[in-house]
T-cell receptor, first 115, second 114 residues
Framework: DAGVTQSPTHLIKTRGQHVTLRCSPI?????VSWYQQVLGQGPQFIFQ???????GRGNFPDRFSARQFPNYSSELNVNALLLGDSALYLC??????????????FGPGTRLLVL | AQSVTQLDSHVSVSEGTPVLLRCNYS??????LFWYVQHPNKGLQLLLK??????LVKGINGFEAEFKKSETSFHLTKPSAHMSDAAEYFC????????????FGTGTQLKVEL
């Protein structure tokens, strides 16, 4: 079975531009979460979606937004890019939401470089 | 709020010797704890998880971890390191009611030398 897939794998943008990152969860998984991993740090939670509704949001500015589609895939959008947005963006999927200890499975990530 | 502290940013061992990666957690509620591994330019892979069942948890590739509530610790161990174990390791916590939001530690870089 295919794991979590993300596209594109790499992306280079300039300051002020907009970017859209895409994620397809494992088949049957209904929850998708997004994390930002800046070089040398642990991943930071951005969003969680379940059944197309936002269920959680981390401490990120409104320039960050996301949505989940009827097929449970998801997009992360970032507007007005800053140099500090350069990071590895990770998508994770799980079957359920709000279940204690539910395992989240991560994709390979999209590496975004903002110049 | 929950948090984890990984006590060592870098650990270096010789191949065939034991591995110990240390993690302390802080949580207002009963936590679920995970260890993930990240190889260079790869995503995160789950090694093992604790969810209030047995306190000694066995994972993949010979790794195990012990949940010690009295010490608020969840250290990761392996009896004998292999070159392929060289990677970044993250201790992670989540709590009931937290919507499965994962809170990561800052990571421990494991180096394995011949």
């Amino acid at each position: 079975d295919a794991g979590v897939t993300q596209s594109p794998t790499h992306l280079i943008k300039t300051r002020g531009q907009h970017v859209t990152l895409r994620c397809s969860p494992i088949s049957g998984h209904k929850s998708v979460s997004w994390y930002q991993q800046v070089l040398g740090q642990g991943p930071q939670f951005i969003f969680q979606y379940y059944e197309k509704e936002e269920r959680g949001r981390g401490n990120f500015p409104d320039r960050f937004s996301a949505r989940q589609f009827p097929n449970y895939s998801s997009e992360l959008n970032v507007n007005a890019l800053l140099l500090g947005d350069s990071a590895l963006y990770l998508c994770a999927s799980s079957f359920r939401w709000e279940v204690f200890g539910e395992t989240q499975y991560f994709g390979p990530g999209t590496r975004l470089l903002v110049l | 709020a929950q948090s984890v502290t990984q006590l060592d940013s870098h650990v270096s061992v010789s191949e065939g010797t034991p591995v110990l990666l240390r993690c302390n957690y802080s949580s207002s509620y009963s936590p679920s704890l995970f260890w993930y591994v990240q190889h260079p330019n790869k995503g995160l892979q789950l090694l093992l998880k604790y969810t209030s069942a047995a306190t000694l948890v066995k994972g993949i590739n010979g790794f195990e971890a012990e949940f010690k509530k009295s010490e608020t610790s969840f250290h990761l161990t392996k009896p004998s390191a292999h070159m392929s174990d060289a990677a970044e390791y993250f201790c992670v916590v989540t709590v009931t009611g937290g919507g499965n939001k994962l809170t990561f530690g800052t990571g421990t870089q494991l180096k394995v030398e011949l």
